[in-house]
């Protein structure tokens, strides 16, 4: 990588970086201690908060909802299962997302499936656009630029897609998602950085249209 690109990418992992920095999860931290200390009661609490935001990573991992949701409930089963190995005082955050990482790749390993799909529900979990704020012309806009970004991640290779809706969207740090992935937080950056060039180059060619 060359310098002006490694100072971008410093550039870019800062601002997402800043982007996260009121990101936490009190609430699921302390019902994720006390289903782990074998309190069924708290399994309501865990998964009516929990649940929305695996299945939301997933879709934004496979771009089709059906999958996501089947990936969702699986991920749900290993939290059950591996709920003694939960650290008390922990982030059940990342630790989720890390089981649910480790289904799509389960998956993904057993059936090899297309990672590209015309889901419009795979392209609002890429980028919301409000309701009833501005333009039509500025929704189909809005609209175009979530297609292309869901298009280009569905195209990426797995570990960058992987490393940038981590850090872009699910607003983890990037230790956080060096354990995850099991590489060098700077490993993080490079991926996430490739896959925000890809988005940014995808973009720039539809507007020179």
């Known amino acids: 990588m060359t310098r002006d690109a490694q100072a971008r990418a410093d550039a870019f992992t800062a601002a997402t970086a800043d982007a996260r ?26 998964h009516a908060g929990l649940e929305p935001r695996l299945r939301r990573f997933l879709l934004r991992l496979t771009g089709d909802p059906s999958r996501a949701a089947d990936l969702a409930q699986e991920a749900f089963l290993r939290i059950h299962r591996s709920r003694g190995s939960f650290a008390a005082g922990g982030a059940v955050m990342p630790w989720a997302l890390a089981i649910a990482r480790n289904v799509y790749r389960d998956e993904v390993h057993r059936y090899q499936p297309p990672l590209e799909r015309d889901d419009k529900d795979g392209e609002a979990a890429v980028t919301r656009v409000p309701a009833q704020t501005g333009t039509a012309e500025q929704h189909a806009l809005a609209h175009e630029a979530a297609d ?13 897609r992987e490393a940038f809706v981590m850090l872009r969207f699910e607003g983890l740090s990037l230790k956080e998602i060096a354990d995850i992935l099991d590489v060098t937080p700077t490993a993080v950056k490079l991926r996430a950085f490739r896959a925000y060039e890809a988005i940014r180059d995808a973009l720039r060619e539809r507007e020179e249209r």
């Open 148 to 160: 292309v970004v869901r298009r280009v991640l569905a195209a990426l290779p797995v570990a960058q």
């Open 21 to 46: 920095g009121a990101v936490t999860y009190p609430e699921l931290d302390r019902a994720m201690d006390r289903y782990a200390q074998g309190d069924d009661a708290a399994f309501a609490a865990l």
